[in-house]
């Protein structure tokens, strides 16, 4: 039993440092997941409502008190409805497993090969839809469509979305800094403000970046026009320089950004006069 007693001995000397450094882990990740889904507002909004209520208490100001006791119930639910896209998503991060996986960008080098691929299918007016997963698995939809396992390369790509090729319609995903598939089905997007000039692309970008976090990278087969898909916004005709740049950014730091459109760096809305022409 002496072994035991000294095993005790030493759980209970660093018991300490495990409880400490579990629990600011585990607050990372949540404060890491609440960033990635815009809830950190939600976050923000309680805590100044805790602040005023705290100052309510200290001071004895009973007519505010009052007031924020009966509308408390009240903002909870509507916190509850104004969030429900970012609760919503966090509960799906969480069930995904997002909340223990590590990021697996590619590399500088291999961004730029798919951004050279980009421009060079942008202007031969060759249509082009290039996933990138985040930390939220799609397995999913990988299985739709055919298993590459192949290194990233400008030709690779280009040759995959051939005019006749059997995978051009579909999406790419790239993952863990290889293609792991090509040909893939990606979900439309459920917004009802989409300009019925959209394509189907533009809408399968939108609608894989509804469901899930990924970075969707779209090349117009009618302009031409190169587009990156993130948080449920398009960013619409960039230049290859712009979209390498907000590729790495996103890729990198999962920054939660305006839309750009253009040049402009000006949110691309879908539902305004810009012209934008559908996909064949």
């Known amino acids: ?5 000294r095993f005790t001995a030493f759980y209970n000397l660093v018991r300490p440092v495990i409880d400490i450094a579990l629990l600011a882990f585990l607050l990372y990740k949540v404060y890491d997941l609440l960033v990635k889904t815009q809830a950190i507002q939600l976050v923000k909004g309680a805590g100044l409502l805790a602040l005023v209520y705290g100052i309510a208490f200290l001071f004895n100001l009973n007519t505010l008190q009052w007031i924020l006791n009966i509308l408390g119930p009240g903002l909870l639910i509507a916190i509850a409805i104004v969030f ?7 509960m799906l991060r969480i069930g995904r497993g997002e909340l223990f996986r590590l990021d697996s960008k590619p590399r500088l080098g291999q961004l730029e ?7 060079i299918l942008s202007q031969q007016r060759r249509g082009a839809l290039i996933v990138f997963p985040r930390r939220i698995n799609i397995k999913n939809i990988i299985d739709t469509g055919t298993r590459m ?8 790509i280009v040759t995959v979305f051939e005019f006749d090729g059997p ?8 993952q863990n800094g290889r293609i792991a598939a090509a040909g893939c089905f990606l979900p439309l997007s459920e917004q ?9 692309r533009h809408r399968a970008a939108l609608g894989m970046s509804e469901e899930s976090d990924a970075v969707i990278l779209v090349v117009s087969e009618e302009t031409g026009a190169i587009s990156l898909a993130f948080d449920t916004k398009l960013y619409y005709d960039l230049s290859p320089i712009e ?8 890729l990198d730091q999962g920054v939660w950004g305006r839309a750009v ?18 996909e064949q």
């Open 167 to 174: 995978l051009h319609d579909g999406a790419m995903i790239i």
């Open 113 to 119: 090969a798919v951004i050279t691929s980009a421009e």
């Open 192 to 200: 009802q403000d989409i300009r019925k000039s959209f394509g189907t």
């Open 149 to 156: 396992n192949a290194e990233i390369s400008s030709s690779l």
């Open 261 to 278: 459109e253009s040049a402009n760096s000006e949110p691309a809305s879908l539902d305004d006069g810009k012209d934008v022409f559908v």
């Open 1 to 5: 039993m002496e072994w035991f007693q």
């Open 84 to 90: 429900q896209p970012e609760l919503r998503k966090i």
């Open 243 to 250: 979209a390498q740049r907000k590729l790495k950014e996103f």
